[in-house]
């Protein structure tokens, strides 16, 4: 065996390895981190090398025309993962950031490439951010499954104020899915983001949408809904296997990776028998902006 492959399955054995420490490690690096205003210093690469996630945007300013001319405000830029990719074009940008950590780097690279003659930095906090002028476009990627950890829901309704009459936002729609499922839980976990298929829970039902968020009207912060369920297969669930699919722009769609909005299973507040073909019903009461680990989910027959 060269080399080459005798590594290349070294590394795969290691992962093997850290199968089960694994399980919970996406949790933990997407867990908000005080010291570092967010995420780990590493979580930005892996963010900036989502090639999925990254593409949905390009496709949405794409159709927007590259933002040209226009007057934007980003919440939430992080490295400039995504503003890279329409500063040339846009006449002014209001980039917004709460992290000091980042703002040196995001200043050089702004000189760098001489971005900063049309870029105000505004190091703030969004939800009490006030704009001088009204803007043709909000793009903010403050996401989080179900919009339940992060503050996408209460940034956008805050900077709605500041859009044109025909002002875009970007991201303009999340679909909030389920089904019923079931998996193991070690203490003192209440859900966990899929990184692995090993890890992917028994599924008893197809999916559902539980809620559907348009940014531009989504004004409620709690959500409280019952969707019935018809179980494909008999036995216990004790979770629920959550999805959300985004709309950037219209034909630009995100549906989840590891890196953003990782599909994830969440426990429900007791396990429940079900037996093929006898609906059940899913009672769902969360919030947004608060934590995933506050949501209830729980099935009653």
Known sequence: MSLKYKSKFDFISKVVDHYDNLKYALLEAQTFDPVTYGFPNFYYKVMETDQLRVDAFRKAFKKYRGLKNKVVCEV??????????????????????SNPNVIPLVKKE?????WDKKVELIHADALKLELPEKVDFVIGELMSIFCANELQVQIFKHM???????????????????????????KPYSHYPL???????????????????????????????????????SGTVNA????????????????????????????????VKVKAGEMVTLHTDFQYGTSLDKAVFRVEK
């Open 76 to 97: 939430g830029i992080g490295t400039l993962a995504l503003t890279k990719y329409y500063l040339d074009e846009v006449k002014k940008a209001y980039l917004v950031e």
């Open 110 to 114: 702004l000189k760098k490439h001489g």
């Open 160 to 186: 709605r104020q500041f859009l044109k009459p025909n002002g875009k936002l970007i991201p303009d729609k999340i679909i909030n899915l389920a089904q019923l499922c079931y998996t193991s839980f070690d």
């Open 195 to 233: 990184f692995f298929t090993r890890h992917l829970p028994e599924q008893y039902t197809p999916q559902k949408v539980i809620n559907t968020i348009d940014l531009y009207k989504e004004s409620k912060l709690n959500i409280i809904k019952k969707t019935s369920f018809k179980p494909l297969l």
């Open 240 to 271: 629920v296997y959550i999805h959300s699919w985004i709309q950037v722009a219209e034909g630009a769609n995100f549906t989840g990776t590891d890196s953003l909005m990782p599909p994830t299973v969440v426990k429900l507040k007791r396990p």
